[in-house]
């Protein structure tokens, strides 16, 4: 039987997937610093309000409220032990919401990064984040998530931990990574170097990508480097609404509905398949996106400049690709030790 | 081992070979080179400070440079990182036993609910690297952690990190609790983090918000002399 996101990914010219978790929760109450999972068993009916913001704003795919329920970063609650348990429930509150809506939605598990560099760099093994993810994964699935959801993920070594694990699930996935520093992630991984990699993995996503990051501008500078290097695979383009600013005592995001409705038909003229939001995009955004993209016929792939004068300005001079990183000045060695 | 280049035997280099051969093996992460180079040095006679300041020192802010460039990234940054630390730990005895002059002391740590803390070990590390000397407070730090570290080591920098939406106004919590107490203005506060921004910075009353671990040295640099001047004048 083919998967729910498979079957849509071939029937649709692009496909809504959702915005913010983080910054939906807030705005009902979720205390700084508090663990969003916990949410799941202890106020079952705000989650099931996130996930409603979603569906009934359009989004075709949604994301579990799971990004931290590994158990590298539960443990920092005491709640290591509940991983299979906050994960289910996650997957089914959304199982629920999906169901309920009369349309045909994909629920997409959401397996957020372990917080913890991995070896050769860090402490954490490649076997033991192939268990984490595992772990979270299975429970999700056992919920009734339709794909798994890797995201926010910076270096090539967790992604292929969290591809890795979803192999072993024989689980259909996707995976995004954070496009974060000069254009690249935090470890320096870059957009095309992203699409190589997931297109030389032995059990390939069904769709690959970026999200958060910076702002939509770069985010779409991004996607139009990994439409290059991706020949044809599916791309998922989930920005931020916009810059974080502080105002009146609670995180603003400063990208209006109508510009997040602008970024959406960008980010499908250029060629991504999946589009969504990240943090600060809150439902009227999604409903603005949808309305734009069912309004606005396809036009040609937008240029940079183009995107800039839509979106605003980079936040970088290159995204540290191609030439502008070859071109990077090397420092004169000294003969090198071996 | 490489064909056409032969080894360096760190011990027949001249001091200004040495030198600059350590701010490249820093630079490529060698953590046994820099050690042998301190213990070279030492032996030659220079003062744990000059070892300091002209090797790691220097070192490390040219891997700054190249990592506020976008030409380093985090792995390299670590290793390079891990190398000051394996010579900074045989001087460290040594400058306190001498008494050599210190740049400033910073308290860091990530704020209450955040995990995510490899900016923040890059931030502590380059500050070591700058000559600062530092407490790191590690994660989910609530504002009762910094109070105590404050009131201990009266440092002349606090520093806060937050990589989630959901952990970064707690940073305006613990600023809060600073002016509440009356003591804000005895610490210059510096924040970082992914998501964050100067204009963020500025709204929750931080001195500094720093785009990254070398723009942090850069600016504790700047601030902390700002200091000195106005104390002084």
Known sequence: ?338 | MADDEQDIILSELNDEELTLQMHDDLYDGLKDEIMEGVNILLERGWTPYDILTRTLVEGMGIVGIDFRDGILFVPEVLLAANAMKSGMSILKPLLIETGAPRLGRMVIGTVKGDIHDIGKNLVAMMMEGAGFEVTDLGINNAVENYLEAIERDQPDIVGMSALLTTTMPYMKVIIDTLVEKGIRDDYIVMVGGAPLNEEFGKAIGADAYCRDAAVAVETAKELIARRHNSVGS
């Not at chain 1, 991504?272 to 996106?289: D, F, Q, R, S, Y």
């Open chain 1, 1 to 338: 039987m083919t998967d729910r996101l498979s079957r849509l990914l071939s029937q649709r010219d692009w496909l809504l997937a959702d915005g913010a978790t983080g910054t939906n929760l807030f705005n009902m109450g979720l205390m700084s610093g508090d663990a969003p999972e916990m949410w799941n068993v202890e106020e079952p009916a705000k989650i099931r309000a996130l996930y409603d913001g979603a569906v009934n704003s359009g989004s075709d795919i949604f994301l579990t409220n799971s990004f931290g329920g590994n158990a590298s970063r539960l443990k920092l609650h005491n709640a290591q032990h509940r991983v299979a348990e906050l994960n289910k429930a996650a997957a089914e509150i959304a199982r629920e919401a999906a169901d309920a809506s009369g349309r045909d939605i994909v629920v997409a598990g959401s397996l957020g990064p372990t917080g913890e560099l991995l070896v050769p760099v860090g402490p954490l093994t490649h076997a033991s984040a192939v268990e984490m993810f595992e772990e979270a994964g299975a429970a999700l699935l056992a919920g009734g998530a339709d794909v798994l959801w890797v995201e926010t993920i910076s270096s090539e070594e967790e992604m292929r931990a969290a591809a890795e694990a979803c192999a072993n699930l024989n689980a259909p996935w996707c995976g995004t990574m954070s496009f974060d520093t000069a254009g690249r992630t935090m470890m320096g991984v870059t957009s095309t170097g992203l699409a190589a990699f997931m297109k030389a993995l032995p059990h390939a996503p069904l769709a690959f990508g970026a999200n958060c990051g910076v702002g939509a501008s770069d985010l779409l500078r991004t996607m139009t480097g990994m439409v290059e290097a991706a020949e044809g695979a599916n791309l998922i383009a989930k920005g931020n609404a916009g810059i974080p600013k502080y105002v009146e005592g609670h995180i603003h995001y400063d990208g209006t509905p109508e510009l997040m409705g602008k970024y959406a038909c960008l980010a499908r003229d250029l060629g991504a398949k999946i589009i969504g939001g990240c943090c600060g995009t809150m439902p009227e955004h999604l409903v603005a996106m949808r309305r734009a993209l069912e309004e606005t016929p396809r036009q040609a792939k937008p240029s940079l400049q183009q995107i800039e004068e839509v979106l605003g300005g980079f936040s970088s001079a290159s995204d540290g690709t191609g030439e502008a990183a070859a071109d990077a000045p090397k420092r004169e060695r000294r003969r090198r030790r071996t």
